[in-house]
């Protein structure tokens, strides 16, 4: 059982930068793989980046390059640096955790944040 509350959301001008923090209470992060989610509006939720148990880390091409996911299992906070933020990138922003990588990309993650919003201007 781990409880997760996201922060660092907020609006930025399109080229800047946020970082958020998914900040755990419970099970250490050691135990769980972990991701972002986003959705913004009038679309489906996606996966965004995603950190397995062994620190192996996956992103969607969408990001990739921009984006870094990071986790300090000390703080038991989960990370998301966002730089070169695009309009596009404007979203709900949830972190997730599961034992098991696989099933946070299909979006069946055991636990969830209640998200922080990210709006980028142009």
């Known amino acids: 059982q781990v409880n997760l509350v996201e922060s660092g959301g907020g609006s930025v001008q399109a080229g800047g930068s946020l970082r958020l923090s998914c900040a755990g209470s419970g099970d250490s992060f050691s135990s769980y793989s972990m991701g972002w989610f986003r959705q913004a509006p009038g679309k489906e939720r996606e996966g965004v980046a995603v950190m397995g148990r062994n620190g192996y880390t996956s992103y969607a091409d969408s990001v990739k390059g921009r984006f870094t996911i990071s986790k300090d299992n000390a703080k038991n906070t989960l990370y998301l640096q966002m730089d070169s933020l695009k309009p596009e990138d404007t979203a709900m922003y949830y972190c997730?955790?599961?034992?098991?990588?696989?099933?946070?990309?299909?979006?069946?993650?055991?636990?969830w944040g209640q998200g922080t919003q990210v709006t980028v201007s142009s």
């Open positions: 997730a955790a599961d034992y098991v990588t696989g099933r946070l990309w299909a979006g069946n993650g055991d636990y």
